[in-house]
């Protein structure tokens, strides 16, 4: 496993391999490895040859006021994460190497309409700064293959959109979400839960497993089911910011739709937590 900070180094192995004949695959991150970190750089290492991992915190995809200087760093603990899994590359640049004009850049990627609703509203500007860095950071590394968390379902659903809509020469993957024991989603965020609101945080899952399950059993009162689970959310503390029943295209929900996907966010604390669940989610069989 080697660590690179520089572009020109990234470009000299990238260019090796390309001479090989080698198959890439990119796990873009930010760093503050968890298991789901960890669980997508095993899915992809199976199909390529050689393995990315990026950790870069992108200013860009911070909206004013969040919680970009205090995010979680913490290279020397996702270094030692990363070891027994031995990805050929660990990239972590700085700032002023992703961006040496300084930022915000002149240049940016928009995704319209798809990223300017649920968190494109809470959060302005963040899908903007975020599809910019991945294009970015697939211009540098030139994989066949990048993989993103379901956690994440818009984020991934844009980043396939500009994919295609770009004709960017990357497979984009996605790797299911990986949960804490009471059923929370992982997340680098989750570390500003205290104990107590880390216990409450599971009932953000529980409302979605039940909507789950009443859309498989044939409820189509879509505006009932979103506002019951609204009033669970609140009773359990949280303040909802949106919780969508909607088709897996994230348009909104009709009766003629046969599969679904609930979108939801809410803050609990210091921590704005996200998540989602499809109908095919082994939960709602059990």
Known sequence: ??????IPELKALRARWRAAGERVALVPTMGNLHAGHLSLVEQVQTGADRTVVSIFVNPLQFAPGEDFDRYPRTLADDLAKLDPLAPDVVFAPSV???YPQGYPIATNVVVNGLAERFCGEFRAGHFVGAATVVTILLNLVQPEQAIFGEKDYQQLLVFRRM???LHLPVEILSGPTVREANGLAMSSRNRYLSDEERASAAVLRQQLVATGRAL???HRDFAALEQAA???LRAAGFAPQYFNILSPELEPATSQHSDFVVLAAAVLGAARLIDNIRLDDPALAA
Request: a positive charge; glycine letters at 6%; aromatic letters at 0%.
């Open 1 to 6: 496993m080697k660590l690179i900070q520089t």
């Open 216 to 218: 498989r059993a044939g």
């Open 163 to 165: 994919a295609r809509d």
């Open 96 to 98: 002023d190497e992703i």
């Open 230 to 232: 609204r009033v669970q």
